[in-house]
């Protein structure tokens, strides 16, 4: 796709200071521009990019004073940051902005889809489907029966969502997320092999939740597994049956959260944290990354380590982590001093 400065300017509502019939059908940074591509200056220390860039048209701050001239065409705005952000959300629902019905597709008699859908090639939507207006469902996802979804989401290529599970409005879930699959239950007969538990229950995702790719979010074993409105998910994130997230609770990548464990709203979870299963997780929580949570935690919590305790303790513990062989040899040192001092005295 192309645009014209001054189409881009009409998005901003910005002043173009150049060509305004410039064309760019690319993005860049500043300093690797080339002919052809839109970038932007917000960053004072990479105002002399400003002078070599080969960026066809650049987003610059309202206030910005030049010492020479430029080649690439300008468009000023209030804040360069922001009217750059505002086109590449722009950018992405046109890029996005796909509609209809590609073949092969298998979809239910039963099924009842809204206005203004996509349905990707070798998409499968089952039974008793609800699906509502404006939903993007991209090539190979999987929609099992009885499943509901709201206004407004997106599924990418390869997403899979099982039996029974409601999702509300304004989701987005990306390629290779499995929602609904089995909690891990299992119990062991007289012979100790391991029979599965069957999981009736579903997964309930609300409004406005991000879930990235190659997430599972397993269905409980029975009642459900929530994550509440506004709840965003990185890639790679386990969560287990009965769990449930509160809202507008943020996760990095790599995180597990094992059964019926319980995430208040508000809370703040890094990469590659492991949560033990039946506890309470509070409002507002802070969990470092890495840090294994063995225990239930308070609102306002700011923990680190494994097992995790008080943040600004974790620091003043490494410390001294840090420096124990110093400490051992120093130990040593005078543990040797006063064994002689008592020889003497004897």
């Given amino acids: 796709m192309k645009f014209t400065a001054k189409q881009i ?12 019939e410039t064309e760019v059908s690319k993005l860049s940074k500043i300093e690797e521009g080339e002919e052809g591509s839109l970038t ?28 020479k001239e430029v080649s690439a065409t300008l ?28 073949n092969p597709h298998s979809i239910s008699d039963s099924a009842k889809i809204g206005e203004s859908e996509y349905i990707g090639a070798f ?20 929609i099992g029966d009885n499943v509901t979804i709201g206004d407004n989401c997106t599924f990418f290529a390869g997403v899979k969502i099982y039996s029974e599970s409601q999702i509300g409005n304004n989701c987005k879930i990306h390629s290779g997320s499995v929602i609904g699959s089995d909690g891990f239950g299992f119990t062991p007969d007289e012979n100790g092999n391991y029979k599965a538990v069957p999981q009736i229950g579903n997964v309930i995702i ?14 409980a074993t029975l009642g459900s597994t929530v994550i509440r409105k506004g709840v965003k998910l990185d890639n790679q994130i386990q969560i287990a049956h009965n769990v449930e997230i509160g809202k507008n609770t943020v996760i ?12 208040g709203e508000f809370c703040m979870i890094g990469g590659q944290v492991g949560i033990v299963g039946h506890i309470i997780i509070g409002n507002n929580v802070r969990i470092q990354a890495q840090s294994g949570i063995g225990r239930s935690l308070k609102d306002g919590d700011v923990v680190q380590g494994s097992p995790a305790f008080g943040y600004s ?16 040899t120093t130990i040593h040192k005078i543990e040797k001093e006063l064994n002689t001092q008592r020889n003497k005295n004897e």
């Fill in 9 to 20: 300017a009409e998005i901003l509502e910005g002043e173009v200071v150049g060509s305004p």
């Fill in 40 to 67: 932007f200056l917000s960053n004072p220390k990479y105002t002399p990019y400003i002078y070599t860039t080969q960026a066809s048209v650049a987003i610059v701050n309202k206030d910005l004073s030049l010492e």
């Fill in 75 to 102: 468009i000023k705005v209030e804040d360069a940051y922001k009217a750059f952000s505002k086109l590449l959300a722009f950018y992405n629902e046109v890029k996005n902005n796909k509609s209809g019905r590609e």
């Fill in 123 to 142: 998409s499968y939507i089952g039974d008793n489907v609800t699906i509502g207006n404006n939903v993007k469902i991209y090539p190979n996802s999987y």
């Fill in 206 to 219: 609300e409004d406005n939740v991000d879930i990235g790719s190659n997430c599972t979010i397993d269905r």
């Fill in 252 to 263: 990095a990548s790599q995180t597990g959260i094992a059964g019926s464990t319980k995430v």
């Fill in 313 to 328: 303790d974790y620091n003043k513990s490494y410390v001294h982590f840090k420096n124990l062989p110093n400490i051992a």
